[in-house]
């Protein structure tokens, strides 16, 4: 069942991983950039922005690469546990935390890599290993990502 799961997710992202039809837009605004505040629309969020000291700044606030780890690891969590259970399996106790660096690129810009670390403590190896290649061709940050970006997963 695991194997169908890779499978199939596999054909989908080697075909087109845009979605077909949208079922949910996030919208935020930022004031003042990395030194600012910000907000979503529906309330949920409003938090204060500052660079890290690594960058310049005080640190005193969250920071763009803070909130992208959040809003991947929760993801390719949740994809995660939903193929788990497609394919029959019960992935309570298991947890993904994510590391987003950022530093320069060659284009004089910047680049982000990340580091998913993913905890299956009931599993054996080689399940965990394929559950997480599969919940990385289905996660919307993964699929985002792809290519993109430096994306490396360390199961332990």
Do not use: W
Not at 73 to 99: E, I, P, W
Request: negative net charge; proline residues 4%.
């Amino acid at each position: 069942m695991i194997e169908e799961t890779v499978e199939s997710a596999a054909v989908a992202v080697s075909v087109d991983t845009r979605p077909t039809k949208i079922a949910y837009v996030a919208e935020a605004t930022a004031h003042g950039g990395r030194d600012g505040y910000v907000t979503s629309q529906d309330g949920q969020i409003e938090l204060k922005v500052a660079m890290p000291p690594e960058l310049g700044g005080d640190g005193n606030g969250t920071n763009p690469e803070q909130l992208f780890a959040a809003g991947y690891s929760s993801c390719f969590h949740n994809a995660l546990v939903m193929v788990g259970r497609r394919s029959g399996y019960d992935l309570s106790g298991s947890t993904v935390a994510a590391k987003v660096g950022i530093g320069p690129n060659q284009h004089r810009g910047y680049g982000l890599a990340v580091a998913l670390s993913v905890s299956l403590p009931v599993l054996d190896a080689d399940i965990a290993a394929k559950l997480v290649d599969a919940a990385h061709e289905v996660c919307p940050y993964s699929n985002a990502t792809r290519g993109n970006i430096d994306v490396t997963i360390l199961l332990g």
